[in-house]
């Protein structure tokens, strides 16, 4: 699962690892697997803002064979996050479908074995791209994966969450967009430290609320569909593994389709949020934002009827909202990204931004849209 990505287990997120390998040697998923409770040899993703993640490696099982951990971070934690519970049950789920995801081996929910509920699943051998300008690849590769990441997305939201066994998440018809608000408005206000300034999520907040559609559609959201959590084969521009599945849901599929065309929006320059703001798509070969919405339009199930200028600036707050929760846990400690700290005022920037959206002043999402079909309250 991209090797180049990991390193050192940093001071805050190390683990007992003799009682983590005794208790791998007890569990028939690993034995079977070649595993004996020999010493492990740990390293840690870059990335994982949220949830430390960690690759495995089995000394005496398989030639090469590897696996990966999920956990919740140390500390005190905002209520209903980092459910890493929940990000095993999807993935069990998905498992048996056409939608790529590593295979789940196993949950542990005792706390007392490493500190905190975790998960085990494959390392998936292949590529992980965090620069969406993609400069490693051919233009005619670029194209191809943006392609695939459309048509990946589509399929997840095709599948129906029953028949997949996970209609227990289902919190009834609709509220989707009013529960997420509200949600990520309580975790933004208790991440607020003394020098954020709250103007600009004070009023996107408000105008979202004032703007949300009165009808959603319903679906397997992702919650953080974007570029870097997902793995791309080794030689072949296509998706073999979709990762990170804390936020998923059943929801509003066209949330995960905004967050997904957010760094169409996002400056290319941004420091913490690498994004396509400015760049010359075409020259690179990476389709516009109307191209990627048709393509996934076109392998969706379903009609797609999205207001653009809408859900962009919900994901934006959602965005903001993440980012000032990373920022806080920098201040405490708990953060699982060494690069946690760069999130200071991003909130700010990304609430800034999603009011310019709403007000018709970003030409990426306009130009994707024509003239809007109703009227909007102007900010």
């Known amino acids: 699962m991209a090797e180049a990505h990991v390193g050192p287990v940093r001071k805050a997120h190390r683990l007992p690892l003799d009682k983590l390998a005794a208790y791998m040697a007890s569990e028939e998923a690993l034995v079977s697997e070649g595993y004996t409770g020999t010493p492990l040899d740990v390293a840690q993703f870059a990335g994982g803002q949220s949830n430390p993640t960690y690759l495995i490696r089995n000394p005496t099982g398989k030639a090469g064979y590897s696996w990966v951990l999920r956990k919740k971070p140390p500390g005190k934690l905002l209520p209903s996050a980092h459910a890493v519970e929940r990000e095993y049950a999807i993935i069990a789920a998905l498992a048996p479908t056409a939608?790529?995801?590593?295979?789940?081996?196993?949950?542990?929910?005792?706390?007392?074995?490493?500190?905190?509920?975790?998960?085990?699943?494959?390392?998936?051998?292949?590529?992980?791209?965090?620069?969406?300008?993609?400069?490693?690849?051919?233009?005619?590769?670029?194209?191809?994966?943006?392609?695939?990441?459309?048509?990946?997305?589509?399929?997840?939201?095709?599948?129906?969450?029953?028949?997949?066994?996970?209609?227990?998440?289902?919190?009834?018809?609709?509220?989707?967009?009013?529960?997420?608000?509200?949600?990520?408005?309580?975790n933004y206000s208790l991440a607020v430290v003394e020098e954020t300034n709250t103007e600009p999520m004070t009023r996107l907040h408000t105008w979202l609320r004032a703007s949300a559609p009165v009808a959603e559609r319903s679906a397997i959201v992702h919650g953080d569909y974007k570029l870097d959590n997902m793995v791309f084969h080794a030689t072949e521009p296509r998706v073999i593994a979709l990762l990170d599945f804390e936020l998923w849901t059943i929801g509003d599929p066209y949330s995960d389709l905004a967050y997904c065309l957010l760094p169409y929006i996002i400056g290319a320059g941004a420091p913490s949020l690498p994004g396509l703001g400015g760049v010359d798509l075409a020259k690179l070969g990476i389709p516009s934002l109307a191209e990627f919405v048709a393509t996934y339009a076109a392998a969706a199930s379903f009609d797609v009827d999205i207001d653009l200028p809408f859900y962009i600036a919900f994901s934006l707050f959602r965005l903001a909202a993440i980012a000032q929760g990373v920022y806080k846990r920098s201040l405490t400690g708990n953060a699982s990204s060494a690069s946690a700290s760069s999130f200071a005022g991003v909130s700010a920037l990304l609430a800034g931004l999603a009011l310019a959206v709403a007000d018709g002043a970003i030409p990426a999402v306009t130009n994707a849209i024509g003239a809007p079909s109703n009227p909007r309250s102007r900010l």
């Open 99 to 186: 939608v790529p995801v590593p295979r789940p081996l196993l949950l542990c929910t005792d706390p007392d074995v490493i500190g905190t509920p975790f998960y085990l699943m494959d390392a998936v051998d292949g590529r992980i791209f965090r620069d969406p300008k993609l400069p490693s690849l051919s233009r005619a590769d670029r194209s191809a994966v943006f392609a695939d990441m459309a048509t990946t997305l589509a399929a997840l939201h095709s599948l129906d969450p029953d028949a997949v066994g996970l209609g227990s998440y289902r919190r009834g018809s609709g509220g989707y967009i009013s529960r997420q608000l509200k949600r990520w408005w309580g």
